[in-house]
């Protein structure tokens, strides 16, 4: 029987800014997937230790401060030396455009800019993530 | 023209002259058509069609609820004369990489014609830790500037005399340090401390409710904050100590009652801690200074504010007893909705911060920022931010609605809505009174909560198309030219790191240990902290170093959250 997919939505760095991860956290929490949200502030080590911890599918990370293409790679990176790179990666926020294919190359499987929709987001996690288990 | 003759919701009988409202609906509205079932503010507070006389209320008296410009109760502004007297203070937040590139920025803006200075410092700086801390790995100058200690604020104001601005600064947690910083320089530069005029942010309780900034838990920092106003009101007399603000709650997706309720809320907060540190309302309530969001729904906007003052005067005067009108005063900046501008079609933003900045104006602000059209992509560009504030300037000078004090007031619409404003926000802060204040409000999340519902009822309204966002939800469009954005990039990091070497290199490091003893030990016995951290400051201690000293006493805040 398929699992229930399990995700962490998180706020990586000092960015406090999380009124979008919170949306994404309940609106994925109410399409009947099992969301651990972490709050804020937590270091890519941080994020690496729960993900592995509560067995989750994939991570949703949020940053708006411009630290992404430091702490998003850095997060992909822990998960390969920790093997758990299983472990999906996409993430939102204040990133620009031309940063994107970077992020992607480094791992990112997705990255959500301003304007998109919740239902956007649920429907690619629904086609993107898959439980690990499966 | 012809569409207009064969519109549904014609007049039934234009010739009629009704005697009543009651008459009006019946036979000339009729059963015309509208747009929709139901009309609502951004906010989702529901308008009606039409605003009489009747909508005031029987009780409505110009003289009890209005009054004069410079008059209590205040709703029509705080100056007798307002903007015929001097226009606003132009004043927009500025700061990216290093002290020494927002100096030039700031220069810019000087020469350009704003006003006020308005510093933005980068996240480390704004959480109390150095360029060189782990977590700010990434993080150094993109936010705003990085200032780690006086060399960096010496370098921020070279060539700017600090007799002759006045300056805002937006930092919260370690705002007491920055602050010293700031007075430090004043030092340097020979200027008086009785001559330097400006804001200190310094709203620890919206941190915790909203911008999540923070250090140390709330009551500690309470008393910082209540330091920091009776350190200034003997010796700063021309600084505002605190900017209590609403701009980052609605930015959180709160509504505009909830701003203005929790903003008062946090107010009284402060009002009474200064009380209970034996402080008197009016030697500190006339620097208390205010800072509200201005978005989208223009008369919603322009209602708050007319009820911000009015419902703080009352405050001040009936329940905490201030004798002092200055003390009545509710002066505060507003800055157009950073949440309300989008990535799509950015130039869009340019008419929707003009219609924000108008609605500020017309609500009495005493200084506005006016956001730059690049606003969610990066920090604003040096063009970006020239045409926000031309907007300003143009608003001031070729709009006319500079010409008279208060120009909506008696609209039967902005009255009843200003009124409305005031019940529901004041619903809020009898429940917050309730619940033993705001400080026991936020720890048992209640803000916070309202603001994450609030914020999520919003999106589910985008989603499904309830309200409009032109280009992201409705009138997309392929686009293919971008603006020419800012980029910090990260050799900003390695120069900031071999400044703060360079200062630890040159300091002398026992004095600064002493000093930093001083300082934990004054905090152990409750002394005034700011003698003790301007020294600190003087001696090149970094901000990390003076706020991590005060950890062991304090200790630190870890937020439970609320989705």
Redesign the interface.
């Given at each position: 029987m398929p699992g229930k997919l399990r995700l962490l939505v998180g706020k990586v760095?000092?960015?406090?800014?999380?009124?979008g991860a919170?949306?994404i956290?309940?609106?994925l929490?109410d399409s009947g997937i099992e969301v651990i949200?972490?709050?804020?502030?937590q270091?890519p080590e941080m994020i690496v230790s729960t993900a592995i911890q509560e067995d989750v599918d994939g991570i949703a990370v949020s940053s708006l401060?411009?630290?992404?293409?430091?702490?998003f790679p850095r997060l992909i990176e822990l998960l390969k030396e920790r093997n758990a790179d299983g472990i999906r990666v996409f993430g939102g926020g204040?990133i620009?455009?031309e940063d994107i294919a970077g992020l992607k190359a480094a791992g990112v499987l997705e990255i959500f800019?301003?304007?998109t929709?919740?239902?956007q987001v649920v429907k690619w996690v629904k086609d993107n993530v898959r439980p690990r288990s499966e | 023209m012809t569409e207009d003759r064969d519109r549904k919701d014609l007049a039934a009988t234009p010739a009629r002259r009704s005697a009543s409202r009651a008459e009006w609906e019946s036979e000339t509205l009729g059963g015309a058509p509208e747009r929709d079932r139901e009309f609502s503010t951004v906010s989702s507070l529901p308008i009606e069609r039409l605003y009489t006389p009747d909508d005031l209320g029987p009780g409505w008296r110009p003289e009890e609820k209005l009054g004069y410009p410079g008059e209590y109760p205040f709703t029509r502004g705080i100056h007798p004369t307002m903007y015929r007297g001097r226009p606003w203070t132009m004043r927009q937040f500025a700061g990216f990489g290093t002290a020494r590139q927002t100096n030039q920025r700031f220069r810019y803006l000087l020469e350009h014609g704003q006003n006020g200075l308005s510093v933005a410092f980068d996240l480390p700086t704004l959480m109390g830790r150095d360029s060189d801390d782990g977590m700010a790995r990434g993080e150094v100058g993109r936010e705003g500037v990085a200032v780690d200690s006086l060399a960096d604020m010496e370098a921020l104001f070279d060539g700017i005399p600090l007799d002759t601005v006045s300056t805002s600064m937006t930092i919260n947690a370690p705002a007491a340090v920055i602050f010293c910083m700031y007075l430090a320089v004043a030092e340097k530069q020979g200027v008086p401390f009785d001559a330097l005029s400006g804001t200190l942010q310094n709203d620890i309780l919206k941190e915790y409710i909203a911008q999540k900034e923070w250090i140390y838990p709330p009551r500690p920092s309470m008393k910082i904050i209540t330091d920091l106003m009776a350190f200034c009101a003997r010796n700063v007399p021309r600084w505002n100590t605190i900017s209590i603000s609403g701009y980052h709650i609605r930015e959180a997706g709160s509504t505009a009652v909830q701003e203005l309720a929790f903003t008062l809320a946090d107010g009284i907060g402060y009002v009474e801690a200064a009380i209970q540190a034996g402080l008197d309302v009016d030697e500190i309530a006339p620097r208390l200074s205010f800072f509200f969001n201005s978005h989208n729904d223009f008369f919603e906007e322009i209602a708050k504010m007319r009820a911000a003052r009015r419902m703080w005067a009352r405050v001040l005067r009936e329940r905490f007893g201030a004798k002092n009108p200055r003390s009545w005063m509710l002066r505060f900046h507003t800055q157009t909705a950073g949440c309300s501008l989008t990535a799509q079609q950015p130039y869009n933003n340019v008419v929707r911060v003009t219609i924000q900045g108008l609605a500020g104006v017309l609500g009495g602000t005493q200084s506005l920022h006016t956001n730059s059209l690049d606003e969610t992509l990066a920090l604003p560009s040096e063009e970006a931010v020239t045409i926000a504030l031309r907007t300003q300037q143009i608003i001031a000078e070729e709009s006319g609605v500079t010409n008279t004090v208060d120009p909506l007031a008696g609209s039967y619409f902005v009255e009843a809505l200003t009124d409305r404003m005031e019940r529901e926000a004041q619903e809020y802060v009898d429940r917050i009174d309730r619940m033993g204040g705001i400080i026991a409000a936020v720890e048992r999340g209640f803000p916070q909560k309202e603001i994450a519902d609030a914020s999520y009822h919003y999106q589910r309204q985008l989603d499904s198309g309830t309200k409009t966002v032109v280009g992201v939800n409705k009138y997309t469009m392929q686009e293919s030219t971008r603006p020419e954005l800012l980029r910090i990039g990260s050799e900003v990091e390695a120069e900031q790191l071999r400044n703060l070497s360079r200062v630890r290199e040159r300091r002398d490091e026992q004095r600064l240990r002493n000093d930093l003893e001083r300082l934990r030990a004054g905090a152990e016995r409750g002394d005034n902290l700011i003698p003790l951290l301007l020294q600190c400051v003087r001696d090149y201690g970094t901000v990390q170093e003076i706020s991590g000293a005060l950890v062991p006493v304090f200790g630190t805040y870890r937020e439970v959250s609320v989705l």
């Open positions: 760095g000092l960015d406090g800014h999380d009124r919170k949306i956290a309940r609106a929490r949200y972490t709050g804020l502030h270091t401060s411009g630290a992404h293409n430091y702490l204040i620009p455009q800019t301003p304007g929709s919740m239902e | -």
